[in-house]
Nanobody, 125 residues
Framework: QVQLVESGGGSVQSGGSLRLSCTAS????????MGWFRQSPGKEREGVAA???????RYADSVKGRFTISQDNAKNTVYLQMNSLKPNDTGMYYC???????????????????WGQGTQVTVSS
């Protein structure tokens, strides 16, 4: 059974930092592309960052230079380091996975098969 478990969300003031973690189980982690998505009330789920099995990364323009995605294959864990947080970064953050072999767009939610339950990030001004 595939499981993705996120942690690390919380409430911070504008300019602060958080690090999200997502630990995967139930599938061959190293063969998957891992992504972070976020969703706020009334908005569609948007891709934030992704890292493929070959280490290549993608970022949404809105987070470039502030967020960093990384992974520890030995721990089946992907991280999202978020710095210089802004109120617009507020939302539920989800971890997602899809087999690298299936291809697709890195930041497209529709191209991911597996999802975590989400962790809330709230940034106050």
């Amino acid at each position: 059974q595939v499981q993705l478990v996120e942690s690390g969300g919380g409430s911070v003031q504008s300019g602060g930092s958080l690090r999200l973690s997502c630990t995967a189980s139930g599938f061959t982690y190293r063969s998957n592309c891992m992504g972070w998505f976020r969703q706020s009330p009334g908005k569609e789920r948007e891709g934030v960052a992704a890292v493929d099995s070959d280490g290549s990364t993608r970022y949404a323009d809105s987070v470039k230079g502030r967020f960093t995605i990384s992974q520890d294959n030995a721990k089946n864990t992907v991280y999202l380091q978020m710095n210089s947080l802004k109120p617009n970064d507020t939302g539920m953050y989800y971890c997602a996975a899809r087999p690298s072999a299936t291809g697709g767009f890195y930041l497209s939610a529709a191209d991911y098969n597996y999802w975590g339950q989400g962790t809330q990030v709230t940034v106050s001004s």
